[in-house]
Every structure is written in C-alpha cells, then in structure tokens.
T-cell receptor, first 110, second 114 residues
Framework: NAGVTQTPKFQVLKTGQSMTLQCAQD?????MSWYRQDPGMGLRLIHY???????DQGEVPNGYNVSRSTTEDFPLRLLSAAPSQTSVYFC?????????FGPGTRLLVL | AQKITQTQPGMFVQEKEAVTLDCTYD???????LFWYKQPSSGEMIFLIY??????QNATEGRYSLNFQKARKSANLVISASQLGDSAMYFC???????????FGEGTQLTVNP
C-alpha cells in the first residue's frame, strides 16, 4: 500500500511545452483531486474526479486537462505551459471524510 | 462561495506550552467539514484533524483539538504541549463533509522555540 504517488518530483519546462503529471493510488479510492500551491499561499483546487470516467473543474482549471480512465490513475496535463503555472502540484485521494495528499511535484516553467 | 481566513501569518510558542491557531470561515452551505493540515519544511501535506458542522463535540486527535464555534464561524486549532517538531506551516481548510472540494486558507507559520 503505497498511498498516493506522484511523478516526477521536479520538472523544468519551457514556455509552450506540454507535459503530464502522474498521480496514482492503490487504495481503490473513488475520489481524487489536483491542487496547486503557489508561494506563500494555500492550496487551490484545479480538477477533481468522483470516479472513473467522471471529472469536474475546480477553482483554477484553465490551462489544465484531466481524465480518469481507471480508479487508480488521475493524470494532470499541461497542454502549453506558461510561467504562471510555476507551482507545486499536489494530488490527493479521499478515504472516508478526509483527503490524503501525495508528496507533490515541483514545476518550474521558464 | 466558501472562504477561509487565517489572520496569523506567523506564531511563536515555547516548547511544552499550548498554542492556538486561528481560523474563521464563511459559507452559505448548511453542511460542511473543517480540516487542519500541517506542512513541514519538507513540503508534504499531513492531515491533522476534522470537524463536521453538525458534530456536537469538538474534535480531538492526540495533542490536537479543534475549538469549533459555529455561531462565530471559527475553527481554531489548539496544539497542547508543543514540540520542536511542531514547527511547520498549518493550513485550515473547509469543504463538503465528504472531504471533497477543499478551500484552503493562506496558512500560519508556527515556530516552536526550545
């Protein structure tokens, strides 16, 4: 039981490049979500999913796409990276009434 | 829309003393959950404690307790017997009672002095 895993841990992109942040959980949790954390701020919800095949937007969805083809995986795609997307990205899954977070991916867009 | 306010950017406490971290919230939802997370310098988010809006008693988890005052819309975190390892950023969050769709405050940086 590895909990919530995220890859990569750190990534540098150039403006306009695309990439996918991976998130996986092995606990069979239906609910998963993506947050971003900018310096000196709390986390903000990007997208979430209540189960395979079902996703919805959070507070700051622009510039990001998600899909949920399996219960285990919930990747976050940046189609055309911008410097404003420099942030730390956290994936989370929910068990009972509590969300548990992955270790985060630190993204730098130059 | 939900809003969380943490008015203390930084707090200092002596080791072994208790400390209260403030959190106020605003929502029009009749049912909601309140959460506290700890973020040490290593960056991970660690769940501490949960309070449901209809819970009659204040939540407690070891040295952590949540002082929930519904009429005042406050959900302060109390840490008893502070330890050096408690030095971290603390975030208050609210969301659905299922734990979904969390809205976070800006955090309070707690420093425990020996």
């Amino acid at each position: 039981n590895a909990g919530v895993t995220q890859t990569p841990k750190f990534q540098v992109l150039k403006t306009g490049q695309s990439m996918t942040l991976q998130c996986a959980q092995d606990m069979n949790h239906e609910y998963m979500s993506w947050y971003r954390q900018d310096p000196g701020m709390g986390l903000r919800l990007i997208h979430y999913s209540v189960g395979a095949g079902i996703t919805d937007q959070g507070e700051v969805p622009n510039g990001y796409n998600v899909s949920r083809s399996t219960t285990e995986d919930f990747p976050l795609r940046l189609l055309s990276a911008a410097p404003s997307q420099t942030s730390v990205y956290f994936c989370a899954s929910r068990v009972g009434g509590t969300q548990y977070f992955g270790p985060g991916t630190r993204l730098l867009v130059l | 829309a939900q809003k969380i306010t943490q008015t203390q950017p930084g707090m200092f406490v002596q080791e072994k003393e208790a400390v209260t971290l403030d959190c106020t919230y605003d929502t029009s939802d009749p049912s909601y959950g309140l959460f506290w997370y700890k973020q040490p310098s290593s960056g991970e988010m660690i769940f501490l404690i949960y309070q449901g809006s209809y819970d009659q008693q204040n939540a407690t988890e070891g040295r952590y307790s949540l002082n929930f005052q519904k009429a005042r819309k406050s959900a302060n975190l109390v840490i008893s017997a502070s330890q050096l390892g408690d030095s971290a950023m603390y975030f208050c969050a609210m969301g659905e009672t299922s734990g979904s769709r969390l809205t976070f405050g800006e955090g309070t940086q707690l420093t425990v002095n020996p």
